[in-house]
């Protein structure tokens, strides 16, 4: 089992940046890549970024459209770490972020090929 814990998140002004981390533990063994979600009230959860996670599969970052180059995920295996900086933080990224992690080594941006989540973390951006 792998256990991930979101913090990070707060109340921030348009414009600002903000930094997210998740923190895994457990059977690190099982991860093969991680990723973020958001869930905006009464909205689906959707993909926001996603990294590879094993040190042999390179390191390959995925985006949504919506946070391409505003957004961007790196990762500390040392740490066991993922990190989400948000920049150019607008209203509408506010939502509940969501750690994921699944244990294949390719990251995806589709919400069922994580098999591990977090409590999530609130981030709002106030305008």
């Known amino acids: 089992q792998v256990q991930l814990v979101e913090s990070g998140g707060e109340l921030v002004q348009a414009g600002g940046s903000l930094s997210l981390s998740c923190g895994a533990s457990g059977r690190m063994s099982s991860i093969g890549a991680m990723a973020w979600f958001r869930q905006a009230p009464g909205k689906e959860r959707v993909f926001v970024a996603a990294?590879?996670?094993?040190?042999?599969?390179?390191?390959?970052?995925l985006y949504a459209d919506a946070v391409k180059g505003r957004f961007t995920v790196s990762r500390d295996r040392a740490k066991n770490t993922l990190y989400l900086r948000m920049t150019t933080l607008q209203p509408e990224d506010t939502a509940v972020y969501y750690c994921?992690?699944?244990?294949?080594?390719?990251?995806?941006?589709?919400?069922?090929?994580?098999?591990?989540w977090g409590q999530g973390t609130q981030v709002t951006v106030s305008s």
């Open positions: 994921a992690a699944r244990e294949a080594s390719i990251p995806t941006m589709i919400l069922t090929d994580y098999n591990y």
């Open positions: 990294s590879s996670w094993m040190s042999w599969s390179g390191s390959f970052q």
